[in-house]
């Protein structure tokens, strides 16, 4: 009779917890869990709260590997950029950096990064070209891209395929060094025509910052045209040229001397900063891997003893049945 009393009971628990639709049957049979999952009732299973914990886990360990990767290259990489600094400054002081000179034919040099997950630098890069782009165009002037790194080249490519010059990607592949990067700047110089480069990269001042920066080399034709015309480069007039050398050649001399000094520093200075953004992004990322887990934690307690409750009030009642 006790039994009896007890299915009863059992059924009088039961019946409210099954649910009408039979979809809701179905779609909760297929929810891997520990307990079973009742239908018709909004909860959550220990077993799915526990396998994303795991992978919450999986990629804070990822994230704080690479924020330990991106450390120890950007300390290495940090002090060649600023022993590089200095090469390019006597030609700042001799010809001039004069971003604001007007000529026909533009070519813009955007440096990125070749992989991601270094913050914003590479949008960066290229809105400040785009920008440049649409300041000096005209209808009798031409605006060329030469674009290093595979991140400015997806960017770029979308909207301005026809104005791409001349692409280089996997910079930094091999250690950097002047050897290599004379050697890309010999093939711009050599493949695209130009009265002004203005080279584009990201300037670095800290881990967390970073200057977008626009340098201005300008084509042997044009620093003897500005100097005839005595502007600003018009002190050039003032220098005796000693040897065989002509005036023209040595201008050509140091155009591409220039050139290659600059590239040099400014791939050196966005491969810093892209290194530094990359340490901060990570370490926001591991920030925000450990918030996770510690909601997660939190709904998996919850969950865990909502079950134990469910439990014990069945049991309870089940005794309390078995008592009456």
Not at 41 to 58: A, D, L
Not at 194 to 214: E, G
Not at 268 to 277: D, I, M, R, V
Request: aromatic residues 4%; charged residues 25%; contains cysteine.
């Amino acid at each position: 009779m006790a039994m009896a009393a007890l299915r009863r009971e059992g059924r009088r628990f039961a019946t409210p917890l099954i649910s009408p639709n039979p979809a809701n049957v179905f779609r909760s049979s297929l929810i891997p869990s520990e307990e079973p999952v009742l239908s018709g009732v909004r909860c959550i299973s220990t077993q799915v709260v526990r396998n994303r914990m795991k992978s919450v886990k999986n990629i804070q360990k990822i994230t704080k590997a690479m924020k330990m990767v991106a450390a120890s290259k950007l300390r290495a990489i940090q002090t060649r950029a600023e022993n590089s600094r200095g090469l390019w400054q006597p030609f700042t002081a001799l010809l001039g950096d004069t971003p604001s000179i007007d000529v026909k034919k533009n070519v813009i040099v955007t440096i990125s990064a070749d992989k991601g997950l270094c913050g914003g630098i590479n949008s960066t890069s290229v809105k400040i070209s785009r920008a440049m782009h649409k300041l000096n165009s005209g209808p009798d002037k031409e605006n060329k891209y030469v674009i290093l790194g595979e991140k400015a080249k997806a960017q770029l490519v979308r909207d301005s395929k026809k104005d791409i010059e001349l692409v280089m990607t996997e910079l930094q592949k091999n250690p950097l060094n002047y050897t290599q990067v004379s050697v890309m700047a010999d093939d711009i110089l050599k493949n695209v025509e130009f009265d002004a480069l203005r080279i584009v990269y990201n300037k670095f001042q800290s881990v967390v910052s970073f200057l977008p920066t626009v340098s201005t080399v300008l084509s042997p034709e044009v620093v003897e045209r500005e100097a005839e015309s005595g502007g600003k480069l018009g002190d050039l007039d003032l220098y005796e040229i000693e040897g065989a050398e002509t005036k023209a050649e040595v201008l050509q001399n140091l155009t591409e001397f220039q050139f290659s000094c600059m590239m040099y520093n400014a791939v050196l200075e966005n491969a810093t900063s892209e290194q530094g953004a990359r340490m901060s992004a990570m370490d926001s990322s591991s920030r925000n891997a450990g918030d996770m887990l510690d909601r997660l934690t939190l709904t998996y307690n919850r969950t865990r003893q909502a079950s134990i409750t469910t439990e014990l009030i069945e049991i309870i009642s089940g005794a309390s049945a078995l008592e009456g």
